[in-house]
């Protein structure tokens, strides 16, 4: 049962949140410059080459602004529901908790330098009762480690401790229902 009276509000890394949008940028730049190159050219093999390079950018480009729009920088407990923004601020996502089956902890690896320095960072994994899950991860928050106790004061179910399982296609994660 959710806890009504209780209010957590999350602290984001500002830095952390304005380096993506400025990723975010870069594409959009490299994006640009490939499509002015691509419409100046005039040897049918360039246009080839070059039409397909800007495909390959497109595609990351668009991944990545999805995940910018999904993965939520600004969390919010208050009045049994749970408010997710992702880092643009203008899309708002209400969750009341009784939608929520629970939630698990996660340990994801983070790989610099071409693999050879391992990170590893935290994120929680909501389960809701649509079948949908909503991953919260640690790079975005100041404030993470306070997560699991105000899920639990606003009665969420910790589930358990989630493992690295991925399949060819996504992702499988240990509390499904299938």
């Known amino acids: ?5 209780f209010s957590f509000k999350s602290l984001s890394k500002e830095s952390n949140i304005v380096a993506k949008n400025l990723e975010l940028s870069f594409f959009i730049l ?3 410059f490939v499509t002015n190159t691509l419409l100046a050219e ?3 093999t360039d246009i080839l080459i070059k039409s397909i390079i800007l495909g390959v950018i497109l595609i990351f480009e668009l991944r990545f602004i999805y995940k910018l729009f999904k993965e939520p ?3 919010e407990i208050f009045n049994g529901e749970i ?3 992702p880092s643009f601020f203008l899309f708002k996502r209400k969750i009341p908790t009784v939608e929520i089956i629970g939630y698990s902890s996660i340990v994801r690896p983070y790989f610099l330098n071409r693999g050879r320095t391992k990170f590893k960072y935290s994120a929680y994994l909501l389960y809701l009762k649509n079948g949908r899950k909503v991953l919260i991860t640690e790079y975005y928050y100041l404030n993470f480690n306070k997560f699991s106790n105000a899920f639990r004061k606003n009665g969420l179910k910790f589930l358990g401790t989630e493992e690295n399982e991925w399949s060819i296609m996504r992702r499988k994660f240990k509390y499904d229902k299938t």
């Open 1 to 5: 049962m959710s806890n009504t009276g």
């Open 73 to 75: 920088t600004f969390l």
């Open 42 to 44: 005039s040897n049918p």
């Open 30 to 32: 490299i994006t640009i």
């Open 83 to 85: 408010i997710l923004r």
